[in-house]
């Protein structure tokens, strides 16, 4: 069943909708959507190489902005969007303790979160929260989200035929790791938070 759903991803990468899609999830992403725009970002580069470029900007800058989105809801909606986001997240009852903490790391966290599998979006709406600086905050997403989005479609336009077809055999064993990764952060966030 994922087999297909992979191929039938695969396919759809190169509609003439998919960037907006793509735009859309890094977008959400960033602020309340739980699976990470790198599940789009993967088939459309190794669908169209040569616009792999393309994607990882579109992916970059809509997931900033998604971030910024997310700043927003830390600041001004925290009680009325951001609580009942953390509280499906699980991470409400320390988010306090966290956001003190927060504070005097907050560019390093950004980055941080930014290139790895950690939640985005709690960092965007403790960012919001704690009032750090939005400019900082942009740039360290700018910085990390562009090196996470720039890396690896890079590194599939580089070995692309190469990792497609590893994708392929080994398809099972991808998606385990994949799986690994994304619960892993979660419960990286949980121990962190």
Known sequence: MLKALYHRTLAAAAHRHARRWLALVAFVESSVFPVPPDVMLVPMVLAERNRWLGHAFVCTLASVVGGCAGY??????????????????????????????????????VFAAGITPFPYKVI????GVVGLDPVVFVVASVLSRGMRFFALAGLLWWFGPAIRALLERYFGLAMSLVLAVLVGGFLLAGVVL
């Open 124 to 127: 965007t709406i403790a960012s």
């Open 72 to 109: 927003l809801i830390g600041f001004a909606f925290l009680e009325t969007v951001g609580r009942p986001v953390l509280e499906f997240y699980a991470y409400g009852g320390r988010f306090d303790e966290f956001a003190a903490r927060y504070a005097a790391w907050g560019a390093w966290i």
